[in-house]
């Protein structure tokens, strides 16, 4: 995990606020929804464009519909708060998973986006929802989702 960043105003953030859950990086042209949650550009644009058939687009965190395709604008305050935060907190490298790309035979992870989605490791019976170890990670890490049940 990277190590805390405390501005002169003395206010402590953590770096792992500033990561997109779909790409698990910190943000890149953050793009906030309406539901108020915060994505890479590229990454909320790829997963709308899988869902461009059924009509309405989906927040991939709270599932909050959406109808007709919302227009992103840049969350420039947010941008550069990112771009602070990696010019001066020296990140230490994550650990890596066993992520694999699902198999015709596999369960894929629900959370992935894009073409290539990973083989879920676990699912949530309280998410009702699959992961992959990536995905799964905050399962782990927050107190009220580690009373999920896993299996």
Avoid at 43 to 55: L, P, R, S, V, Y
Avoid at 92 to 99: F, G, H, I, V
Avoid at 121 to 127: A, G
Wanted: proline share 9%; net charge neutral.
């Amino acid at each position: 995990m990277a190590e805390k960043w405390q501005p002169q105003c003395g206010v402590e953030l953590e770096p792992n606020q500033f990561y997109c859950s779909v790409c698990l990086d910190l943000l890149k042209d953050p793009v906030t929804i309406q539901c108020g949650h915060t994505y890479c550009r590229s990454c909320i644009e790829g997963c709308w464009d899988q869902e461009k058939e059924k009509g309405t687009y989906s927040c991939p965190q709270c599932r909050e519909a959406f109808s007709p395709r919302p227009v992103l604008g840049r969350n420039n305050m947010l941008a550069e708060v990112v771009e602070k935060l990696k010019r001066t907190v020296t990140q230490q490298a994550r650990p890596a998973s066993p992520l694999a790309p699902a198999g015709p035979t596999d369960i894929a992870c629900d959370f992935c986006c894009g073409t290539r989605r990973n083989k879920a490791s676990m699912s949530c019976l309280t998410c009702l929802a699959s992961y992959c170890p990536a995905h799964l990670e905050p399962h782990h890490s927050f107190p009220v989702l580690k009373l999920h049940q896993l299996v």
